[in-house]
Each structure stands twice: as C-alpha cells, then as structure tokens.
C-alpha cells in the first residue's frame, strides 16, 4: 500500500471506533447502573421493552438482525446496560447511543482504515480493509461528518475523497452492512480538542418498520444509482444535516454522493435531486426525491417522492408519492399517492391512499381504502373499503365495508350506509335507511309491487324499493277512458312516515309523464300522502291524496278531472293546481 511521498501531508492517524458510538464507546444510558429480577424464558423484544421503558429511550433494531422473538433467559443481573447487552446478543452486535436511542446492529466484521492527505490536491487517499483477513473491502461508504463529503472503495478497497477544507482536523469515518463503524482522525500539529467535533449537526432516524423506503420503489430507484442505494445501506438511519444544497441530478451536488444523508433546509435541483430529508424549502425543474421526511414546501416540474412523511405543502405537475403520511396539502396535475392523509388533495386524474382524512378531489376518481372523514369529489368514481365522510362522484362511488354518505351520477354501493345515498340511478347496501334513488337495493329495507289508479282512472304498476326511511319509485301506467295520451311513466322517491304493525303512512313525490308515444305530451307532479293497512305479511292497502301541478301544451288535451284549484294560461302552456285522489293494493317484501 504505497503512496506518493511527495504529494502527501503527513498526520496523525488515531484507529478507534466510530464518533457514532461502536461497542466500545458508550454514553450515558449504556453505561447506566440497572438491576433486574429473574427472567425466565422470555422473549427478548419483551425484555428490551421494559427496559427501555424504565430508562426512558428506545431500542431500535432490525428484526430481521437481531434475534426479538428468541426465548432468553437472565438469572438476576446487576451491572451496566452495556454489560447486559453483550451478554444478551454477543460480541458480533455492537451498541450505538444517540438521543432518545440506543441503535442494537449486528456487526460481526471490523474493518481497519488507513489514510493520508494531499493538500495540494485537496483530497484524502487511502485503503480500507477487513482486521480480521486483511481483505480489501469493496463498496464501503467513506465520509468527512463535519464536511459532509462522502465516497465509495473500489473493488480494492481503495478510496480518493475530495475535501472541502484539507488543512484542518479530518474525522474519517467508514461504514459497511454488517461491519462496525470505524474512524481515523487526522490531526494537525496544533492539538484539537474533542469538543471540535461537531455531532450536533447528525440525527437518528429510526427505522419505522414499513418497508415502504425510496429504495424499496421501483419508480424511485430509477433516478437512484447503485452506489447511493449502497452509501445508504452502509450509513443507515444517521443523518446530518445543512442550510442548503444545490444539485444537477442526484449524486452531482454541493454534496456529492453524501447528498442522500444529509437534511436541507434550503434544496434547488436544476433537474433532479435526491436528498434525506427537507426542513423548508425545496425545488426541482423535474424531480426531488426524498429518503426521510419534508417539512414545509416542495414544488417539481415533473414528480416528488418522498420515502418518509410529508408535513407542509406538496406541488408537482405530473405525480406526488408520499411512501408514509402526509398532513397539508398535495397538489399535482395527475395523481397523489400516500399511506395516511390528513388535508387537502387535489389532483386531476387520482388520488390514492391507504387513509384518508380531509377534502380529496379528483378528475377522474380517489381511492382511498378507509376515508375516516371529510369529502370525496371525483369526476367519475371514488372507491374504497370504507368511508365515514361524504363521497361526492360524476358516475359512481364504491364503499366495500362502511361509508357516511354517498352522491353520485348514477349508482352508489356499499355495505353498511349511516348517512344518505342518492343517485339518479339505483343504490345497492346492505343497510341504508335513506336511500335515494329510482331502484335502491337495500338488502334489509322493503320492496313492493303495486297496482293502484286514480282520479283520471290511469292504472299504474309501480315498483317501490327502498330502506328503513326512503325509497324510490318507478312504474308505469295506462289510461282506462278514451284519452287522446293513454301512456303514464313514473318516476319517484318517498319516506316511510309511519310504519306500525298494521298502519302505515308514507308521503311521495312522483312525476308522471303523459304521452301518446307520438306528438301529445305533459307532465304532472304531485305530492301523496298515502295511510295503508296491513291485510298480511305481504299485502297492503293503501289510498290516500294528491296535491297535483299539472304542465302541458293547448294541444296536448291534458285530462285533469280532480278539483281543479287554480289553472294559468301563458301562450300556449297551461298550468292547473289540483288535489286528487289515489288507492291500490301493495305486495310486500
């Protein structure tokens, strides 16, 4: 391992663990003194738990790593919480501390980091390698924590880091999957004291447990190349973080590779960027793509996706993917997609999520597996398990277990309804009680087929369907004297006023349209008030008036033979107010 003398500013090389705290740098709540009881046969995820409850901090860990579900067993213990740990898990975890966490990570490699700066050049070479082999190691992420540069070994384990300011104290620190984080201080002539090391600028992230990360997206990891997908397995869940950033495409920025470890406040990429997180503002001609969480704004030409959550305002011309949850507002000019949602989305084709809460509209439709809340409005359908807000739709809206209300073009469906479903079509449920619509197929309301006439002796056989409250109707009719229009359709809805064992009354609205299926035609709607009585389970007799507005053309020789209250003539349209009179038999069911 041989490097250019000449070109090479000699310095100090300390080896110790990582500044993020390895297994042999501990902090206050790993080297706390705890006590515990007898622990016999029990789950160590359960233990960890109460432990972490008594000190007030989590363990985060990977389930797939760390062994949660295995039965342990621990004869009494008093010590250190390090101590405990290591006799718990074994020499192959190591334990790191931040704030709020103690991070358990299955290390069973070391590695060992050798290094020198060039100052003329302004970078710092060197070699990492395995303790254990002397292998090379390929593929580990190298990086300057203070000035937030970051570079990948070769396949020879070799490593060129361009630094920012190479005159200064250097902290080289080196992380791969299932190695220990390794670092080596460079120091200058002048002794630096350890409080220059600035950690404050760094954040643990814990891992939320869903999976649903950037590099778990197929879209997302399009735009991502491999070697960041690596730096981001290697490093994890700490992060740094910095007043701005300005990139061209990922990987080329003001922070090169290290770009996906690192929280903006202040983000512009030209074409595209891939950040950890945004703490304010960020924007894009084309596309920002996100590992953690943003806070505030963030506007792209084309798409955003965001890995964490998004708490702010979201705007992208085409697509905004949120992996986890969203509170504000998204806006894009074709579809938004999160897990949870709480606020404003609008889109112009779709919004899709797992949980929704708020005002969604879309173009085309929203689908949303449970909508705890708010309004829908969709141009042709809203879609979901279940819904407990109002869902507003131009065709149809779709609820497969519970909705609130429901308002369509055409058709409504769902399982159970608890507020009102109209629709100029049918609406299907199991339970509605206000259902409104000509055919509702409610499954626990009533269906009727009636006969009936009236006043001017037009039979009608109407169809009656409906729940608890409402119902609809829809029927036709022929005229029994010799009229010039012998033809009646109907076309109604009405509510169930009383509905006793034996009595009943219900009030209607119909509009009944007259015609010769030829030339005459004229309209007359009419308010009903219908008492029946109950011959049997299934048959019903009912009569009752009509208050009746009848609209028609001279020479549609309209037939009204109730008494007439008030006729109007305008032109060649007359209008008559009249009451008549109506009565049939009704089968029930």
């Not at 953690?292 to 792209?300: E, L």
């Not at 085309?364 to 309004?375: E, I, M, P, R, Y």
């Not at 449920?429 to 259902?435: F, H, L, N, V």
């Not at 626990?444 to 037009?458: C, H, Q, R, V």
Request: hydrophobic share 40%; glycine share 12%.
């Amino acid at each position: 391992m041989t490097i250019n003398q000449k070109l090479i500013t000699r310095g100090l090389a300390l080896f110790i663990p990582a500044v993020f705290c390895s297994k042999l740098y501990a902090q206050n709540n790993l080297m706390k003194e705890i006590s515990i009881g007898e622990i016999k046969q029990q789950r160590m995820g359960s233990v960890l738990d109460k432990i972490a409850s008594k000190g007030n901090f989590y363990f985060a860990y990977n389930n797939k790593t760390i062994p949660a579900d295995s039965m342990v067993s621990v004869a009494g213990y008093h010590g250190t919480l390090f101590s405990l740990l290591d006799k718990l898990l074994g020499d192959s975890y190591e334990f790191k501390e931040v704030p709020g966490y103690i991070v358990l990570r299955h290390a069973p490699g070391k590695l060992y980091i050798t290094a020198e700066v060039d100052k003329e050049l302004g970078i710092v070479k060197g070699y990492v390698n395995d303790v254990t082999g002397q292998k090379a190691i390929p593929q580990a992420s190298v990086y300057e924590k203070n000035q937030l540069v970051s570079t990948l070994t070769n396949d020879k384990g070799y490593f060129e880091l361009r630094l920012k300011n190479p005159t200064g104290a250097l902290s080289l620190s080196v992380s791969k999957e299932n190695y220990r984080d390794t670092a080596l201080y460079i120091l200058p002539v002048v002794n630096v004291d350890s409080k220059n090391n600035n950690n404050k600028n760094y954040k643990y992230y814990p891992d939320e447990g869903s999976g649903n990360g950037v590099e778990h997206s197929r879209f997302a990891r399009f735009f991502i190349s491999s070697k960041q997908l690596v730096q981001g397995m290697n490093l994890g869940n700490f992060f740094a973080t910095s007043p701005y950033q300005v990139s061209l495409v990922p990987g080329l920025s003001t922070h090169g590779m290290y770009n996906s470890q690192i929280i903006d406040k202040v983000s512009y990429n030209l074409l595209g960027g891939y950040t950890a997180g945004i703490n304010g503002v960020e924007a894009a001609g084309i596309f920002n793509i996100n590992r953690k969480d943003v806070i505030g704004f963030q506007m792209a030409g084309i798409f955003n996706v965001v890995g964490g959550s998004l708490s702010g305002f979201e705007i992208a011309g085409i697509y905004n993917n949120v992996l986890n949850n969203s509170s504000g507002m998204q806006v894009a000019g074709i579809g938004n997609r999160t897990n949870k949602f709480k606020g404003v989305q609008v889109a112009g084709i779709a919004n899709r999520d797992q949980e929704a809460q708020g005002f969604q509209m879309a173009g085309l439709s929203n689908h949303v597996k449970n909508f705890t809340g708010g309004v829908q409005v969709a141009g042709l359908y809203n879609t979901g398990q279940q819904s407990s807000g109002l869902q507003f739709a131009g065709l149809f809206n779709w609820s497969a277990v519970q909705t609130g209300s429901q308002m369509a073009g055409l058709f409504n469906v769902a399982k159970k309804v608890k507020g009102v479903q109209f629709s100029f079509l049918f609406n299907v449920a199991d339970s509605s009680d206000y259902p409104i619509g000509i055919i509702n197929f409610i499954k626990n309301g009533e269906k009727s087929l009636a006969i009936s006439t009236d006043e001017n002796l037009f039979t009608h056989l109407d169809f009656r369907s409906g729940g608890r409250v409402m119902y609809g109707l829809i029927g036709v009719g022929y005229s029994l004297r010799n009229a010039p229009a012998k033809y009646i359709f109907d076309l109604g809805f009405g509510a169930h006023i009383i509905n006793h064992q034996k009595f009943s009354l219900n009030g209607e609205y119909t509009v009944e349209l007259i015609t010769d299926t030829k030339k005459k035609f004229y309209e007359t709607q009419s308010l009903k008030l219908l008492p029946g009585y109950k011959l049997s389970k299934l048959l019903r007799l009912f009569a009752g008036p009509t208050f009746d507005a009848t609209s028609a053309n001279v020479n549609d020789e309209a037939q009204i033979h109730g008494w007439q209250l008030n006729k109007h003539i305008s032109g060649n349209n007359i209008s008559t107010l009249s009451i008549g009179v109506t009565g049939g038999l009704q089968f029930v069911w």
